[in-house]
Every structure is written in C-alpha cells, then in structure tokens.
C-alpha cells in the first residue's frame, strides 16, 4: 500500500533524522550559541509546533514523504526543516509567519449545500468564474511565494474533474503539492490515480457524522454520508493519504468522550489518516442557517479530547481543529495561509469579510504583498465567547 502509518523505532529514527536537519540548518543559520539559544525559547513556548505531537506519522511512500498533519510540510523535506526555522523566528523575534498553505476555489459549483458552507454566497448555478488561464497564474504566484501546498476547493472541485487534470500539468513544474477538498462527489479511481500522478498528494473529504440522516442534514444531499465513504475507499485505492472535514456544532454529541470516540472508531475502521474538527462560523451558511458559535468550554473540552486521543499508540487518524490552533497562537489568516473565494476574492481566511483584491483583474502576488503587510487579523474570536482574551494572555510575550 502506498499510504501507511509510521510508529514505534521507525517514528523514532523520523524524528532523530528530523532533529538532527533542523540542528545543521539552525547552526548554519544562527551559529552554535545562537542555535541554542532560539530553540531553548521557543520549546519553552507552549505554543510550539511540537506541542502535543502525535503518537504516529503518515508516510506516502511512493514520494518517500513523511507527514504530521496535511497542512503542514512532509517532515521529511528540506521545506520543513526551513518552515520551522521561520516559526522559530516567528516566535522569537515576532517576524511574520511564512505562508504554509492556500486555499484555492477552483469550482463556483457544488451539488451539495452544506448548512455551514463559508463559500455559500460565492455559489452559482452554472458556469465558471475563473478561467484555467486565472488559476494557473495564481498557482504560478503561490509558488514564486514559496508556498508548499495547494488545497483545491471550491464550491465542488470535482465539478471541474474534467480540467483539473489540465490545470495540474500546466503547473507540474513548480514543486507544489496539492490536497483535493471534496464532497467526494465524482471521486473516481482513475481521476484520483492521474491527478496523483500530478502532484496530487491526499484528498480532504466533507464527512459530519457517521449517521445517514444526519450526514444528509448536514451536507444538504441525500447521498452524503454513502458518497463520502465511496471516496475514501477511491482516495485509497489510488494511494492517497485520506483526511477528514467534521463540523462540530454546539451540542454536538462528538464533545462527549462517547460520541468522539464512537467517530474517532468509525474513521479508523474506514482507514482516515487524519482528522480535522472545525466549528461553525458567523458566515456564509453558517449565519444564513443561525448555527451557534462553539462555547470556549466546548474548544477546551475539544482540545482536551483531541491531545488524548493523538497521544494514544494506535491507527486511528491524527485529530487537529483549526480553533484550538489559532486559540494558542492568535489569528494565522492571511500570515500562514490565505484563501481565493470562487469568485477570485482573496481573503485572509474563509470566515472574514472583505476582500483585498481579486486575481481576475490582478496578480495575486500583488494582493498577497498588501495583505501580508497588514499583519495579524481580527480573527474570529469574538464569536467564541470568552477565547479572545484568553488567548492574548495565555504563554510568553
């Protein structure tokens, strides 16, 4: 199988390999006192990117890459080890986070209407906004920026399965790496096999609940819960690494150690590599359906759920919630990733308002400069009560 777990002696040497490549980097970068010195701050900090590391990694083994989370750099590469160089710096010195990741609608279409869509208003019933022409140069632009990896959204991206293909070779040459954020709609075996052959490295699938009406509630389609498990089995069928979206609504039974370890034991059995937990937001469908905000008790007991479930040896998927992430480290939109709306909007993320350009009429390196010069975002902390100043006081300077 191309996808497998790393754990045990095989982990262990991983880390000691990674260990000694960010020492060699740090030396040459910093010098010995130096490399001491920003690595002892920084692991201090217990908002560090090894906090609560996983008890396995994920290893595609066609590519020899070696991942800890889908949003991140394989561990394995040299973009890694320059990644965390830049966060310690981030940390150390306050400079601005490198860009880690883009979110990159490709589709202003979806069969589905998820009640907590952010691109909902972006939405149309046919056609296209952006050109091939429009999105191979914004790929061109994330590049040149050095941003490592692509996911593909939309609206569906699958609605242009019959382009993505084209667009991927057109780009083939710049060292990205791209994730597919679907549905699972028309996720097909031999799509999924030619796009692998083109950079395609995991497919993110929408899945909400292990139950069929539930599931079809939430994703607005009958299909829903059955179209996600077919693509799952496509995705590893093709040799991709599997992650998984689950929106955790106020309430949700996946807040009690019953029902997230029940989900946690469905994803396992269905093989998910990785997991990702996100609340809804004030936007987009979200605000149109008045789902609630999460409670700041509810992200504490999810971040508690989470952190117990990665430390335990085992294959169930690797569990992350992008809510805990920025809880710790203040809002990352904008400074670590940055997301292209369907319609071309470039936003600092998908929950904010307001847009600083659009790559229709301009280049996206030209919004990227303006965007990445307003430096940390509002974020969205204001609609989890009590987060925000939480959140500010929480850990060193």
């Not at 394989?74 to 940390?91: A, G, K, N």
């Not at 303006?370 to 974020?379: F, H, K, S, T, W």
Request: hydrophobic share 45%.
């Amino acid at each position: 199988m191309n996808v497998r777990l790393v754990t045990g002696r095989e982990r262990l040497r991983a880390i000691a390999s990674l260990a000694w490549r960010l020492a060699r980097a740090g030396l040459a970068r910093w010098g010995f006192i130096g490399l001491g010195r920003e690595f002892w701050r920084y692991l201090k900090d217990h908002r560090n990117l090894f906090a609560g590391a996983g008890s396995h990694l994920v290893a595609l083994e066609d590519r020899g890459e070696i991942y800890a989370a889908s949003a991140l750099p394989p561990v394995s590469s040299r973009r890694f080890v320059d990644y965390v160089l830049e966060e310690v710096e981030t940390f150390n010195r306050r400079r601005p986070s490198p860009l880690v990741f883009a979110l990159l609608s490709v589709s202003a279409r979806c069969p589905f209407r998820c009640r907590h869509c952010y691109a909902a208003g972006e939405l149309q019933a046919q056609g296209e906004a952006l050109s091939l022409d429009d999105l191979e140069r914004a790929l061109c632009d994330l590049a040149a920026w050095k941003v490592p990896s692509i996911f593909l959204t939309g609206g569906e991206p699958l609605m242009r399965r019959d382009d993505l293909p084209s667009l991927l070779a057109r780009v083939a040459g710049l060292d990205l790496a791209f994730w597919l954020v679907t549905t699972g709609w028309s996720a097909e075996v031999t799509l999924l096999r030619r796009l692998a052959t083109l950079g395609l490295r995991g497919v993110v699938i929408s899945l909400d609940s292990a139950d069929v009406e539930a599931a079809a509630q939430s994703k607005g389609h009958a299909e829903a819960l059955p179209t996600a498990i077919a693509a799952i089995r496509a995705a590893q069928e093709a040799g991709l690494i599997v992650s998984v979206d689950t929106m955790v609504p106020a309430g949700s039974p996946l807040l009690s150690p019953d029902g997230y370890e029940g989900f946690l034991a469905f994803l396992t059995r269905l093989g998910v590599h990785f997991v990702n937990f996100f609340p809804p937001h004030p936007s987009g469908g979200a605000e149109t359906h008045h789902l609630p905000a999460l409670p700041a008790a509810d992200v504490h007991r999810l971040d508690a759920l989470m952190n117990a479930s990665n430390a335990r040896p085992g294959a169930h998927p690797l569990a992350y919630a992008a809510v805990v992430w920025e809880l710790h480290r203040g809002c990352v939109g904008g400074q670590q990733f940055i997301y292209v709306d369907p319609q071309g909007g470039v936003r600092a993320c998908p929950f904010l308002r307001g847009t600083a350009g659009n790559i229709r009429t301009e280049r996206l390196a030209d919004i990227l400069r303006r965007l990445r010069a307003e430096g940390e975002q509002p974020g969205c902390f204001a609609a989890f009560a009590g987060l925000a100043g939480r959140r500010r006081t929480e850990g060193p300077p």
